[in-house]
């Protein structure tokens, strides 16, 4: 049981935790838009990785299928490819769900 006068110093580090993950998310973001400005024509790179990502930790899916609808709204992004990258990876419910929401 949490004791009470340490509460206050744990409430301190869960937001110190989630502010520092929400920075590393943005940045994340920010090195996906620059790679795109910088390549021009996305390659594939970026969502093969981030489909590999969500395969090999789970815990990861929902800011990853965010990663990869945004890398998916991307002007010459293949949507076929992107959808083969999921099969690859038995994870193509995902593919499905990312299509009916983005």
Do not use: C
């Not at 890398?71 to 990258?85: A, F, H, Q």
């Amino acid at each position: 049981m949490i004791e009470v006068e340490h509460e206050p110093r744990q409430l301190l580090v869960g937001a110190a935790l989630m502010l520092v993950t929400a920075a590393i998310q943005t940045f994340g973001v920010v090195l996906l838009q620059e790679s795109i400005d910088l390549r021009g024509q996305p390659t594939g790179d970026d969502e093969t990785m981030k489909v590999q990502a969500m395969k090999n930790d789970p815990d990861r899916r929902l800011q990853d299928l965010a990663d990869v609808g945004f890398l998916m709204s991307v002007p010459g992004v293949n949507e076929d490819e992107v959808r083969g990258y999921f099969e690859r990876a038995g994870l193509l419910k995902d593919f499905d769900e990312l299509r009916r929401t983005h």
